[in-house]
């Protein structure tokens, strides 16, 4: 029996369930499944990705920029430190900024001014060319060699030249002979600086070259209305030595409007009165005397428009001026249209070269 036993087959000595059931061979063991992946937590998840990294297949984590970042020794533009509206600008450049400025003018002057023992200043075709410069040592304070002042341009002076210009750090006539010219030296502080108005106080001397010498000293005033308009007057008091006779005194009280039809297109429309000669107005008062010194009136139009270069800025004009439209005498006044001057010029503003509290 134990040899019938050994005889059966190994399959016969496996067993599944009971003892007369055949054993099952073993199975090999199930490869567990693998746990579905967690959803990230919130508080680690990364950004979603920019529109330029969804873009950008060969590498998703560049980012294009649309502008080159700052450097950090990039100069200030001009326009955002001074302003780039022409009539919401102050009466003096902000401090470490110089100004280059340049204007041609050409015109006729076919009348000569009244109360003078003798005509003074050019006439016939008059062209003159002058370049100025100027620069801003501290806060409030400018000091340049220009016939040009923010507030004061075009001057309402009649003496020396009409208006014709002649003055400048490099100056000279064109006709009706060539010259060259003065010098103005000025010095401006800004005693006031307020949103809607602006006051200074102007010294102007004039080294002469070509005429005589010659002060004025001024108190210009800037209203400006929201930021976009702005009115210039003021007064100034001259002193101009006369060679053939006693010193000139006048009174010039300038009045400009201007307006900024957009950042960069202005307008300005230019008069004021000019009181010539005030020690003769008091001698033919109390004489009594017909031909007394004549008062002018100017009138003048001009169109601007400043333009941005890098980080410096330009205004670039023309104007139209009559500088003594209307005059008047203590007995007798008069329209002259006949003399008339056209002015073109530029002006470039540098960056803010320097800072800091000394000069």
């Keep these: 029996m134990s040899l019938a036993f050994l005889a059966q087959p190994a399959a ?21 499944d693998e746990p579905e992946p967690a959803e990230p937590n919130p508080d680690w998840a990364d950004a979603p990705p920019t ?10 984590d560049w980012v294009e920029e649309t502008e080159a970042p700052l450097v950090g020794n990039m100069k200030d533009r001009a326009s955002e430190i001074y302003g780039i509206r022409y009539a919401n600008r102050k009466l003096t450049m902000p401090r470490g900024m110089m100004r280059g400025t340049f204007d041609t003018v050409v015109g006729r002057r076919t009348e000569d001014a009244q109360g003078m023992g003798q ?36 001057g309402v002076s009649v003496f020396p030249t009409f208006g014709f210009g002649g ?3 490099i100056t000279f006539s064109m006709s009706p ?43 210009p005033l800037r209203f400006i209305i929201q930021e976009q308009f702005s009115f210039d007057t003021g007064f100034e008091f001259t002193v101009d030595t006369n060679p053939a006779g006693p010193s000139v005194w006048s009174l010039n009280i300038p009045f400009t409007f201007i307006a900024n039809a957009t950042d960069q297109l202005f307008i ?12 003769q107005t008091i001698r033919t008062m109390t004489s009594g005397l017909v031909n007394g010194p004549f008062y002018f009136i100017p009138l003048g139009l001009a169109v601007g428009y400043t333009v941005e270069a890098r ?11 009559f500088p003594g439209f209307y005059g008047f005498t203590t007995r007798e006044s008069r329209l002259n249209a006949e003399t008339w001057q056209v002015t073109i010029g530029l002006n470039i503003y540098s960056p803010v070269l320097f800072k800091g509290r000394a000069l």
């Excluded at 102007?202 to 001024?218: K, Q």
């Excluded at 980080?311 to 001026?321: C, I």
């Design 119 to 154: 005509p003074f200043g050019p006439t016939g075709t008059i062209s003159t060319m002058n370049f100025g410069v100027a620069i801003s040592l501290a806060k409030g304070f400018e000091l340049g060699f220009s016939r040009y002042r923010m507030g004061s341009f075009p």
């Design 12 to 32: 016969a000595l496996a067993q599944s369930g009971s003892w007369g059931e055949p054993i099952a061979s073993p199975s090999k063991p199930a490869i567990p």
């Design 311 to 321: 980080s410096t800025m330009m205004d670039v004009f023309a104007s139209f001026r």
């Design 177 to 219: 002979e060539a010259k060259f010219g003065d010098i103005p030296v000025y010095a401006r502080f800004e005693a006031l600086s307020r949103e809607h108005v602006k006051l200074a106080f102007d010294a102007v001397f004039r080294i002469p070259s070509r005429t005589e010498f010659g002060f004025l000293g001024g108190i």
């Design 268 to 279: 300005k429309v230019h008069s004021g009165m000019n009181l010539f000669d005030l020690s």
């Design 51 to 60: 529109e330029s990294e969804q873009r950008s297949a060969t590498n998703p």
């Design 167 to 169: 003055e400048g750090l």
